[in-house]
């Protein structure tokens, strides 16, 4: 910039050339803060998932060997994902809940797939602050509403991993996944 | 002071270096150096072209995929090529579902732990697995070759000056020791279990010839194998192995050095302009 | 700084105004690379080289912290993530090779810059600290390129590592604990290569600061000009902005362009293929060579093949290396001719030429084989080395006859103009030191 004004005041009196210098100024200058802006391109796009991460980035998951009320940790893209199958009575209670009274109203079908109601899949990542709610492993503390009970600031979740009680603003994330079979499914 | 000891420390550095050159001239005329059969019977690599020769070569999809077929069928059973994934493949023309059959029926399998059980057990590899090692490791491929590691394939195109050039010349380069070789230095006999190869740096190398016969691969897309054909099919995969990025890398050194030359220019006339006034004033 | 009648930095903006009051930083960058510092109007393209030098002390900070993004400090893995870096990163590729084609150019460019320095005598009074301190920065740059070459832990890594660290080892009595206190064991490890991890990423900052001495130093006196006449008045200089920030502009254009062809297109001409080999403690590489810009040192570390006495051949190469280097700290010392510039001393520039010849031919000597006949070469190259600073620099110094120097930079400038017509009244163009434009 500062090379602009500078000789736009020196040549200010030398008539028609001047117009045109100014341009060729300008117009290097300009070049040269494009260039340094496609230079800054690669720079920040370093910074993104690589091809070996980004290749990891879907999981399947067996679900053969979980029992109903079971629930299984795996991971998902380097995060906790339950799976879990819930009982006849952990659906209904699910489906007994009045939706527009929630904080993030979604009914089980929604958060699951259709003919498929028992298979409760979600990120083990509270939506409060990412902590790792329990509930997935055998014994642990389902909170109140017996599905998952975060330990860092006390959400509790229901049987359809629906926010209820405490900070979290949201449900627990329901991962894009689908069936590759009726006993596994392909998550991501 | 400075400049004395300097003088003396300059006397004393040129002098034996002078001195040192003469004690190695007269043995140089004296003893000449022996004449090496490396020397003498090591051949650059031949000359063979490619079609990502040149600056703005590109790599023959079809071409590659010939190679990975002959790196599948033949090299495989002893060379790694640990850098690679089956992802990878992808980019030589593959589309998923190939890759992950590809993966799926690779006949070394990946190590992995028994998820039951815990122990160490092998699976099928998936596309975002490296391609596996056919060794467990350096001990287990020394003693399964001979004593001679085969060493990983992926950056061989790079390890070695010509490294396209290089493995053609040595896939294709097996041959009988000369005659004069023998008469010469009849000391340097190719020991049993070692094959002549004009092409490898010693002359003797314990891989046996690994394509032997024209038709030894069948490719799918009717070109006739023979072992020339596959030698350069090869060659030009492990040049993609070792330099995957070769045409992106192209790509963006046009478009740079074109922007750059126009960045360029401009610089130069306001160069000129700014100084135009100094021009006058002198 | 240098001149009174360097241009005064007036902020007009409130906001420049109200920092200037609280920190004047803006005051700083325009009295050093700004308006306000006037430097000779007379400057040829090899002036350019300093600024370059800093571009690529740049872009080898900005590549090599992106580069330690990816990178693991482990033997187990070094290679690997070096490889999956230029595979898998996005951009990675460019990444790697802009940091490793970049080193070269760094190299490349001080070359040249002390080349300018050498020929023009921009070593000589009132500018020594100036050349002590860029002498600390080429000797921080051998280090920084040295350890930086180590960590893809290839061959050549491995192995220049263990015959670097081995020369430490001729020293006597103390040159083996100093060895494996250097490596931190009985060869290269993974503890030598921590620290030469840690090491490579802090003397780039270390270089940056001292190249802040080094342009403060400058600034002092002011440029040099390739007359090495003294400046003596206004008109004799230009405000270095925009004068010579536009002159850099196009040299960092072009120096732009021939690294992207480097870069690009034969990212691999200067390395080493042996590099793309794993790191293999049980196999020496056929021949191993340091990077290039290490070549005519190389050359005369092994230019000693025979024992002093009781000091051994081994020690004497170590030596005479450290020494090729360090005489060029007393070189304003050893020169002492009143006159500067090449231009106007006819018997030492045909010295100086023979002597870029003998760096040149001991750079080719030092990537050659340790065989005859690249050794003897060597020798005799290695011994006018020395022999050129140490011995001839002094007594032409002493006995040369300068040609008469132009009065002032303003008339050497009108001199030129007249004789070369209209067309070139800027600096000559650089690549022809020799004097036929002087007068």
């Given at each position: ?188 | ?34 004449k090496t059969v490396e020397h003498e019977f090591h051949r650059d690599p031949k000359h063979v072209?490619f ?16 190679g990975?077929?002959v790196y599948?069928?033949v090299c495989s059973a002893c060379h790694s090529l ?56 350096n001990?287990?491929a020394a003693?399964a070759n001979n004593n001679a590691i085969p060493p990983d394939l992926s950056l061989m195109a790079k390890a070695r000056h010509h490294g396209s050039a290089y493995v053609y010349s040595l896939l294709t380069g097996f041959q009988n020791q000369p005659a004069e070789l023998l008469k010469e230095f009849p000391d340097a006999k190719t020991p049993q279990g070692l094959h002549y190869n004009p092409y490898f740096p010693n002359l003797n190398l314990a891989m046996a010839p690994p394509l032997t016969?024209?038709?030894q ?10 072992v020339d054909?596959m030698a350069q099919d090869v060659a030009a995969f492990l040049t993609?192995t070792a ?40 | ?153 290839g061959q050549m890594?491995?192995w ?112 080493h293929p042996d590099n793309y080999i794993e790191?293999n403690?049980l196999s020496t590489p056929a021949h191993i060579v ?79 084989p340790?065989e ?68």
């Amino acid at each position: 910039m500062a090379i602009v004004e500078h000789t736009e005041s020196e040549t200010l009196s030398r008539g028609d050339a001047v117009r045109r210098r100014d341009f060729i100024n300008i117009a290097a200058v300009s070049f040269a803060g494009v260039g340094a802006v496609a230079v800054v391109v690669p720079l920040i796009d370093q910074m993104n998932p690589s091809a070996d991460v980004l290749a990891l980035a879907s999981t399947e998951v067996d679900l053969s060997a979980i029992q109903p009320g079971q629930a299984i940790k795996t991971t998902f893209r380097s995060q906790p994902l339950f799976v879990r199958h819930l009982t006849d009575k952990e659906i209904a209670e699910a489906d007994k809940v009045d939706v527009s009274g929630l904080r993030d109203p979604q009914t089980l079908e929604e958060r699951t797939v259709d003919g498929k109601k028992q298979w409760l899949v979600t990120m083990g990542v509270c939506t409060h602050l990412g902590c790792v709610p329990l509930g997935a492993g055998e014994g642990e503390n389902r909170g109140e509403y017996g599905g998952y009970f975060c330990p860092c600031h006390g959400s509790s979740y229901d049987t359809a991993a629906r926010i209820r009680k405490g900070p979290a603003p949201k449900n627990l994330e329901v991962p894009k996944f689908s069936f590759t079979s009726d006993t596994a499914i392909l998550v991501g | 002071m400075v400049r004395i000891g300097a003088f003396l420390v300059g006397l004393f550095f040129a002098g034996w270096l002078l001195v040192s050159f003469l004690v190695g001239a007269v043995a140089f005329v004296s003893e000449p150096p022996a004449k090496t059969v490396e020397h003498e019977f090591h051949r650059d690599p031949k000359h063979v072209s490619f079609s990502f020769d040149g600056p703005l070569g590109t790599f023959d999809k079809a071409q590659l995929q010939r190679g990975f077929q002959v790196y599948k069928e033949v090299c495989s059973a002893c060379h790694s090529l640990k850098f690679v994934a089956f992802r990878d493949l992808q980019a030589i023309g593959y589309n998923e579902a190939e890759v992950k059959a590809i993966a799926k029926q690779w006949a070394i399998k990946t190590p992995d732990v028994d998820p039951k059980t815990g122990e160490m057990s092998t699976r099928d590899p998936v596309p975002a697995d490296f391609f596996p090692k056919p060794f467990a490791n350096n001990v287990a491929a020394a003693a399964a070759n001979n004593n001679a590691i085969p060493p990983d394939l992926s950056l061989m195109a790079k390890a070695r000056h010509h490294g396209s050039a290089y493995v053609y010349s040595l896939l294709t380069g097996f041959q009988n020791q000369p005659a004069e070789l023998l008469k010469e230095f009849p000391d340097a006999k190719t020991p049993q279990g070692l094959h002549y190869n004009p092409y490898f740096p010693n002359l003797n190398l314990a891989m046996a010839p690994p394509l032997t016969a024209d038709g030894q691969v069948t490719y799918g897309d009717g070109t006739k194998a023979t072992v020339d054909q596959m030698a350069q099919d090869v060659a030009a995969f492990l040049t993609w192995t070792a330099e995957p990025k070769l045409e992106n890398r192209r790509r963006a050194g046009l478009a740079t050095i074109f922007f750059l030359l126009i960045a360029t220019g401009l610089a130069y006339m306001a160069y000129q302009n700014i100084w135009a006034d100094k021009k006058r004033a002198i | 700084m240098s001149f009174p009648w360097a241009e005064h930095y007036t902020p007009k903006h409130p906001v420049m105004q109200w920092i200037d009051e609280k920190l004047p930083l803006p005051r700083l960058v325009y009295n050093s690379i700004g308006a306000g510092y006037p430097v000779p109007r007379n400057l040829n393209y090899f002036w350019n080289f300093g600024v370059l030098a800093g571009l690529a002390l740049v872009i080898q900070i900005v590549t090599g912290v992106i580069m330690a993004m990816h990178y693991g400090a482990n033997t187990l893995v070094a290679f690997g993530t070096v490889e999956q870096t230029m595979r898998d990163v996005n951009a990675g590729w460019l990444m790697r090779y802009a940091h490793a084609n970049g080193a070269s150019f760094f190299f490349i460019v001080v070359y040249l810059h002390i080349f300018r320095g050498l020929f023009y005598g921009s070593y000589k009074a009132p500018r020594e600290m100036v050349w002590l301190l860029g002498l600390v920065i080429f000797l921080l740059m051998m280090a920084t390129a040295f350890m930086g070459y180590v960590l893809p832990w290839g061959q050549m890594s491995y192995w220049g590592a263990k015959v670097i660290t081995g020369l430490f080892g001729a020293i006597p009595v103390v040159g083996e604990p100093i060895q494996t206190w250097l490596l931190g064991g009985f060869a290269p490890g993974n503890a030598s290569l921590n620290r030469f991890f840690s090491l490579h990423f802090l003397l780039p900052f270390v270089i940056a600061g001292v190249v802040i001495l080094h342009i403060w130093a400058l600034h002092i006196p002011g440029s040099s000009n390739p007359t090495g006449v003294d400046v003596k008045g206004p008109q004799d200089t230009v405000p270095f902005h925009p004068y010579y920030t536009a002159k850099d502009g196009f040299g960092a254009g072009v120096f732009l362009i021939l690294f992207a062809i480097l870069l690009f297109f034969a990212p691999n001409y200067l390395g080493h293929p042996d590099n793309y080999i794993e790191a293999n403690p049980l196999s020496t590489p056929a021949h191993i060579v340091p990077e290039w810009y290490f070549w005519p040192f190389y050359a005369i570390l092994r230019a000693f093949t025979v024992d002093f006495f009781f000091v051994p051949a081994k020690l004497l190469g170590v030596l005479a290396m450290f020494a090729s280097i360090l005489l060029l700290f007393f070189l304003p010392w050893l020169d002492t001719s009143p006159v500067r510039s090449g231009n106007y001393r006819p018997t030492f520039r045909k010295f100086f030429w023979i002597l870029i010849i003998d760096v040149l031919i001991l750079g080719y000597c030092g990537g050659a084989p340790a065989e005859e006949p690249y050794v003897m070469i060597s020798q005799v190259a290695a011994a006018y080395y020395f022999a050129h600073f140490l011995i001839i620099l002094p007594l032409i110094a002493r006995f040369e006859k300068p040609l008469p120097l132009p009065a002032s930079i303003t008339e050497s400038v009108l001199n030129r103009t007249n004789i070369k017509g209209e067309q070139d009244a800027l600096p000559g163009m650089g690549a022809d030191p020799q004097p036929s434009n002087a007068g």
